[in-house]
């Protein structure tokens, strides 16, 4: 009974981030303080992402989520954890605002931008983009309980520092070639616009494949679906606003 009360406190001490947080419901929490444990590299704050800047709406970087989420990924790190085999999960991308989905749709309008080519889609002709579904109008990050999400364990590459101008290599190159984000093997890089990065891929390596295996049927036993385009997108699969989208900054 005293170990319930201590956790049901802890639950109540969490902040919502709505405070000051314009008209985003009072369930929306930072994730670092549901589960401090789960590596955080949300791409779009930085200039590390298909674009080449910073994204619209990024202020901060941090993984934003609403509460039945947040658990819900707090629960797949506890089954990791207990499993045994040392996997992790790390985030990319969580709670999205609109005005970072109008900036992806500017980008991808313009095809004389191609400055992330070559890591980001170097066998793609970036006027595809809309039609292979990669980019949209609309996104469920938007909406709060989607996340963007990879699997990190032993043997993972250490992270490697991003310096802006870099020379960049495709991320459908070779695990040990491509740029360490400090998780495992999972085909392709994140935010990878290529087929490999389709969940049911059958170009990647036996390995990828395994690694796929483990983090999807982890997110589908916390209640996340995925998509049929990119093995590291999950949604709640009974998220709190389906039908609405958000546009308050991260910060």
């Not at 298909?50 to 707090?74: H, M, N, Q, S």
């Not at 969580?94 to 890591?119: N, S």
């Amino acid at each position: 009974m005293r170990l319930f009360a201590a956790g049901l406190a802890v639950f109540l001490s969490i902040a919502p981030v709505s405070a000051g947080a314009g008209d985003l419901p009072e369930d929306f929490v930072r994730l670092r303080d549901i589960d401090s444990t789960i590596s955080q590299d949300i791409r779009y704050a930085g200039p590390h992402n298909f674009i080449g800047v910073p994204v619209d709406g990024y202020l901060r970087a941090e993984c934003w989520l609403t509460r039945p989420a947040a658990l819900a990924l707090k629960g797949v790190q506890d089954d990791l954890r207990a499993q045994g085999g040392g996997h992790s999960l790390i985030v990319f991308d969580c709670y999205r605002p609109q005005r970072a989905v109008d900036h992806f749709v500017r980008w991808a309008a313009d095809p004389a931008d191609t400055l992330t080519r070559a890591e980001f889609y170097p066998d793609l002709d970036k006027r595809d983009l809309f039609r292979l579904g990669y980019i949209a109008e609309r996104s469920g990050h938007s909406r709060g309980s989607t996340v963007d999400v990879g699997l990190t364990g032993p043997g993972a590459r250490p992270a490697q520092p991003y310096r802006a101008g870099q020379a960049l290599t495709a991320c459908t190159a070779p695990y040990r070639e491509r740029f360490a984000d400090g998780g495992l093997d999972l085909g392709t890089g994140y935010d990878c616009f290529d087929s490999r990065s389709h969940p049911a891929s059958t170009e990647v390596g036996a390995e990828a494949r395994e690694n796929r295996r483990i983090l999807a049927e982890a997110m589908e036993a916390r209640r996340f679906v995925g998509i049929a385009e990119e093995y590291w997108h999950f949604t709640l699969r009974d998220e709190p606003y389906p039908d609405r989208r958000f546009d308050v900054p991260v910060e």
